[in-house]
């Protein structure tokens, strides 16, 4: 089975300060995402990679800043957290762009206090 | 950009009833249909999908797609509490274009 791991699991961070989410699939997966979800709601793209050291910005980008170093890591960055990124974030691998499945990790619930 | 809108937002069914969960749709050239599951606290996962005109079962599951009427939905036949969980639907156009997917559905099926 496709495997996405991601770390840390659940995170605490104060405002203001540096967040780094990691992401690390065995697929051999051409394609990396990033997706945001807030409470009951549905998955929101902020990031995505289709080659290592290549990023692209998804439908909410600001504020967050990705790297894809290797084709199994994919990166997110939140270089000043804020309140209102609060919230679990999910990565996700697929074979190719679209008509295929997404694989996720099992997210990290982020708290910015 | 494709729009992908689901109804209703939230559902609850008692035990045993048939589910339908819908999904609509904005681009005609669209080719990948999708529902995915999200039990709480969990990754959401692929449950099935469809790439033509019709319908598809696996098990107590049915996908219908209606590509004229920009529209497919998924129904539960039986629907038990394990059945629980917040469903996705997802589209793509092709397989160089993104998936794009819908606000959810939150079904709770009540014992």
């Known amino acids: 089975e496709a495997a996405v791991t991601q770390s840390p699991r659940s995170k605490v961070a104060v405002t203001g300060g540096k967040v780094t989410l990691s992401c690390h699939q065995t697929?051999?997966?051409?394609?990396m995402y990033w997706y945001r979800q807030d409470t009951g709601h549905g998955l929101r793209l902020i990031h995505y990679s289709y080659v290592a050291d290549s990023t692209e910005k998804g439908d909410i980008p600001d504020g967050y800043k990705a790297s894809r170093p290797s084709q199994e890591n994919f990166s997110l960055i939140l270089e000043l957290a804020s309140l209102s990124q609060t919230a679990v974030y999910f990565c996700?691998?697929?074979?190719?762009?679209?008509?295929?499945?997404?694989?996720f990790g099992k997210g990290t619930r982020l708290t910015v206090v | 950009q494709q729009k992908v809108q689901q109804s209703p937002e939230s559902l609850i069914v008692p035990e045993g009833a048939m589910t339908s969960l819908n999904c609509t749709f904005s681009?005609?050239?669209?080719?990948?249909f999708a529902w995915y599951r999200q039990h709480s606290g969990k990754a959401p996962k692929a449950l099935m999908s469809?790439?033509?005109?019709g319908e598809k079962e696996e098990g107590r599951f049915t996908i219908h797609l209606n590509k004229a009427s920009l529209h497919f939905s998924l129904h539960i036949r039986d629907s038990q509490p394990s059945d629980s969980a917040l469903y996705l639907c997802a589209v793509s156009q092709n397989s160089n274009n993104r998936i794009f997917f819908g606000d959810g559905t939150q079904l709770v099926v009540k014992p």
């Open positions: 469809i790439f033509s005109n």
């Open positions: 996700a691998s697929s074979e190719g762009q679209g008509n295929t499945e997404v694989f």
């Open positions: 681009d005609s050239a669209s080719q990948y």
């Open positions: 697929n051999n997966h051409d394609y």
